[in-house]
């Protein structure tokens, strides 16, 4: 309704005053302007026939008697509006039914129907700039949804129940099937709504309850919704209605409505609406609406929608995660509304963050997990989503899913505390008004002092995989993934541990719960370290986190085996010398890497030094002292070669340790 531009920016006072000053300009000029038709569209660049020019719709006022028999709708609608140009002619968006009158400020006006959905109406009297005008239109028909809404079976605006009542729902249309309206989100107006249906039936809209009361054909339910509503976020749904009412603490009446037969999980579910609705006013601020409720229908359709204060919920779809989402459209979807359908995810994205805030808050869950357990589920099809400007018919896909992770990044990517002002904020700021994409860029930015230009095009803007920059934000790093060792392997002390992370991520490598070493993951996100060479052998887990963080990876159950052979190191520790035919000893030592176990079987041959051969048994002596022991030996090729046949230990509980002293002469 009246100029959302006047809420886009916070200096109310600023904003009154130029509304004042152009309605000055208004009077001065209106007399100089020529008459000419409104627009026949709004100017969307997805439904560009949606919506009409030329005015600007304050309040509808509409009366409709329906009859479930035979599906017939009556209707006399009033559309109070002001002309933003001085108008020959104006169009309303009305779908099928029959037009029976027109009347422009109490005068028969001339009409016609043209293309799918345009009423033209051509006053008796030109409507001058600024003028204040009303419509009355009456019409009747069997009105009938638009096919082709989300999901096959999909339809949006009025369809039938198979109780044989009706309902309204549907985005971006969903009005113009049973009244003429300005069809178009940028126009929100108040919604009062007279229904008369048979007595045995019920009726519910949008807003307060305005009166019951009995007439000729039935019973007439009144509904009025204050808080200026764009045509799609009206509804009426009629059926065997279970009424439940109560307030919200600070008197805010919620009346939901159960169609006959709609499980008691539903129930529940709605029972939790009061909690739901403070949940969200204390991360949105204050509820926008001044009344609340659900509708609950016992019919599956393939979407549940945030009609204004009182959202339409699908058979079996009437659970908390829902519930949180179209409530939490009455701040972002309803009362701050698009202004084009490409900035869709200003609705949509944060319905579904909503709910992550809530499973947060409620259940525990971790945002930060659920973020890359996101990530990890998803591929090259989700990153091909687009979250602005999808085009027509994608509107309602990528949103929900990406959408939320995309929020989730953006929290860390400004901080928490920017980002919880945000969303607190920025309803205020815009309420009743509408909004685009880059309108919130820029908000953000002011309040984060961040430039976030790179982010939105990363997120937003474009598709395809964001930058590690704007995909691991602040402290938001994924948990490393261990390659190597596999589980349930067997490696040697020292062997290699590697695995991927963020691009220059810190990983830190428990063992058994106690840190062993800490990395950084390279360019390409490729990490490596090495085990302790001190580990004990034996079965033990691995795991790695980002460094700094409590998330670990899954554990990597593996056995140290001690290393073998090639971690020895052999070294014959000085040349003997004797006289001809005299003995001597020749000493070599063992060595391992500090701590490193080892243990080989295999022989281990020594070359007698050129002039000498070996003739005696080796012993094997302990650096530590002690006394040696005979080790087991093989003399080969007339002396010059001793093979030890015992095997090696090194750094095992009870092995001996070098050097091993072999007589030659
Ligand atoms: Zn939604």
């Not at 309206?181 to 519910?204: G, Q």
């Not at 190597?484 to 490696?491: D, L, N, R, T």
């Not at 295999?602 to 002039?611: I, L, S």
Request: hydrophobic letters at 35%; a negative charge; aromatic letters at 10%.
């Amino acid at each position: 309704m009246t100029a959302p531009q006047r809420w886009r920016r916070p200096a109310v006072t600023v904003a009154a005053t130029l509304t004042a000053l152009t309605f000055g300009a208004t009077v001065a000029s209106a007399g100089q302007d020529r008459p000419a038709p409104g627009a026949d569209g709004a100017g969307d660049s997805y439904y560009p026939q949606d919506g009409n020019g030329g005015y600007d719709v304050s309040d509808y006022d509409l009366k409709v008697a329906y009859a479930p028999d035979s599906r017939q709708l009556t209707g006399l609608q009033t559309v109070n509006a002001r002309a933003t140009q001085s108008l020959s002619s104006f169009n309303l968006d009305l779908r099928g039914l029959t037009v029976d009158s027109v009347k422009v400020n109490g005068l028969p006006a001339q009409f016609s129907r043209t293309g799918d959905h345009e009423l033209v109406i051509t006053p008796r009297n030109s409507l001058a700039r600024g003028l204040r005008f009303s419509a009355e239109i009456a019409y009747h028909g069997v009105p009938e949804a638009i096919p082709g809404a989300i999901g096959e079976d999909g339809s949006n605006g009025w369809q039938h129940t198979r109780s044989g009542g009706a309902f309204a729902a549907g985005q971006p249309q969903s009005a113009m099937t049973w009244y003429p309206a300005n069809e178009t989100p940028r126009d929100k107006a108040r919604f009062r709504l007279a229904v008369t249906v048979p007595d045995e039936w019920k009726a519910i809209s949008n807003g307060r309850e305005a009166g019951t009361f009995k007439t000729a054909g039935g019973t007439t339910h009144v509904w009025s919704e204050d808080t200026p509503a764009a045509p799609y976020m009206t509804t009426l749904a009629i059926d065997k209605w279970t009424l439940n009412k109560r307030q919200r603490a600070d008197g805010t009446p919620i009346v939901s409505a159960y169609a006959p037969g709609i499980p008691d999980t539903t129930k529940q579910a709605d029972a939790r609406l009061p909690e739901i609705l403070d949940f969200l006013e204390s991360k949105f601020g204050k509820y926008p609406a001044s009344a609340a409720g659900g509708i609950y229908l016992n019919e599956q359709i393939p979407y549940s929608l945030e009609t204004m204060s009182r959202p339409i919920y699908s058979g079996g779809a009437g659970d908390i995660g829902t519930i949180v989402h179209e409530n939490a459209h009455q701040w972002y979807g309803d009362s701050v509304a698009v202004d084009k359908w490409k900035d869709i995810c200003l609705n949509e994205c944060f319905a579904s963050y909503a709910t992550w805030q809530w499973e947060q808050a409620k259940d525990g869950v971790d945002l930060d997990a659920r973020y890359f357990d996101e990530i990890a589920a998803n591929g090259e099809k989700f990153w091909a989503g687009k979250l602005y400007d999808m085009g027509p018919g994608n509107e309602f896909t990528d949103v929900y899913f990406k959408g939320p992770v995309m929020l989730h990044a953006l929290s860390k990517y400004v901080g928490q505390e920017a980002f919880d002002r945000v969303l607190k904020t920025w309803p205020a700021l815009h309420r009743d008004g509408n909004v685009n994409m880059q309108e919130f860029q820029r908000y953000v930015e002011e309040v984060s002092h961040k430039d976030l230009q790179g982010f939105f095009d990363a997120w937003i803007y474009r598709n395809g995989k964001p930058a590690p920059e704007y995909l691991y934000p602040g402290d938001l790093k994924p948990v490393p993934v261990v390659a190597s060792p596999a589980k349930g392997a067997s490696v040697r002390p020292g062997a290699a541990v590697s695995g991927t992370a963020a691009p220059g991520q810190r990983v830190s490598v428990t063992v058994d719960g106690a840190a062993v070493a800490e990395t950084g993951a390279s360019k390409d996100g490729a990490w490596r370290t090495t085990l302790p060479v001190n580990l004990a052998p034996g079965q033990h887990t691995l795991t790695a986190a980002s460094a700094g963080q409590k998330r670990q990876s899954a554990p990597v159950p593996f056995t140290l085996t001690p290393a073998g052979e090639s971690a020895l190191h052999t070294e014959q520790t000085f040349v003997p010398e004797a006289r001809a035919g005299a003995n001597t000893v020749l000493t070599v030592s063992f060595a391992a890497p500090k701590g490193m176990p080892v243990s080989t079987t295999a022989e281990q041959r020594f070359v007698a030094p050129t002039g000498f051969r070996f003739t005696g048994l080796a012993t094997h002596v302990a650096d530590t002292g002690g006394p040696g022991r005979d080790l087991r030996t093989r003399i080969e090729d007339d002396g010059r070669i001793l093979v030890v046949l015992d095997p090696i230990q090194l750094n095992l509980p009870g092995s001996p340790r070098a050097p091993t002293t072999a007589p030659c002469r």
